[in-house]
């Protein structure tokens, strides 16, 4: 079992930045792939950003896509996402999730196998 641990949530300005990271427990963390998602106020769930096992390969929904950098540190067992130039808009709880048996990265929430508990991200205009 793989539990995942968000923080740097908080509150942000429009035109700002704030950086959100995921610790994960165990030895396995660079077999995972790993992505974030996120949940705004009465919408679904929306597909943020993805990364493959060793960082190579990255994803981003369009909506984030030059505003956002996910990374990760396979020696810390450690995913982030660097969000900047925040809209109100990007205002979520915000969710890491992880895919384990050495899957691709992918946007579909449902091939992730671990997800942490989330942290809120609000942005003010």
């Known amino acids: 079992q793989v539990q995942l641990v968000e923080s740097g949530g908080g509150l942000g300005q429009a035109g700002g930045s704030l950086t959100v990271s995921c610790a994960a427990s165990?030895?396995?963390?660079?077999?995972?792939?790993m992505a974030w998602f996120r949940r705004a106020p009465g919408k679904e769930r929306e597909f943020v950003a993805a990364?493959?096992?060793?960082?190579?390969?990255?994803y981003y929904a369009d909506s984030v896509k030059g505003r956002f950098a996910i990374s990760r540190d396979n020696a810390k067992n450690t995913v982030y996402v660097q969000m900047n130039t925040l809209r109100p808009e990007d205002t979520a709880v915000y969710y890491c999730?992880?895919?384990?048996?050495?899957?691709?990265?992918?946007?579909?929430?449902?091939?992730?196998?671990?997800w942490g508990q989330g942290t809120q991200v609000t942005v003010s205009s």
């Open positions: 165990g030895r396995m963390f660079d077999t995972y792939a």
């Open positions: 999730a992880a895919r384990s048996g050495y899957g691709r990265f992918s946007p579909a929430g449902e091939d992730y196998d671990y």
């Open positions: 990364i493959s096992r060793t960082g190579s390969s990255i």
